[in-house]
């Protein structure tokens, strides 16, 4: 069974640093595209950055240069180190892992609150 465990949310001030880490159990992650999405409230839910089997990443516009996406092999997780980050940064992220014969799965979400 392919679960995606999420962790690592949490409040913090404007500027603050938080750290999202996916452990994954079923499958490898080394030949999933792994990615975090995160939804507003009201919002639709949005890419925020992936990484392909290759390793290549893909940032959203508005995280690019103060998001970085991880993977760890050994650990069989998949990383989001967040900086600077903005009220508007405030959302549930999610784990998704893709791939062409397994679909989507995603995990249950945490919570990154971002204020003063």
């Known amino acids: 069974q392919v679960q995606l465990v999420e962790s690592g949310g949490g409040l913090v001030q404007p500027g603050g640093s938080l750290r999202l880490s996916c452990a994954a159990s079923g499958i490898s992650t080394s030949i999933y595209t792994m990615g975090w999405y995160r939804q507003a409230p009201g919002k639709q839910r949005e890419l925020v950055a992936t990484?392909?089997?290759?390793?290549?990443?893909n940032y959203a516009d508005s995280v690019k240069g103060r998001f970085t996406l991880s993977r760890d092999y050994a650990k069989n997780t998949v990383d989001l180190q967040m900086y600077s980050l903005k009220p508007e940064d405030t959302a549930v992220y999610y784990c998704?892992?893709?791939?062409?014969?397994?679909?989507?799965?995603w995990g249950r979400g945490t919570q990154v609150t971002v204020s003063s």
């Open positions: 998704n892992a893709y791939s062409l014969g397994g679909g989507n799965t």
């Open positions: 990484i392909t089997t290759r390793g290549s990443t």
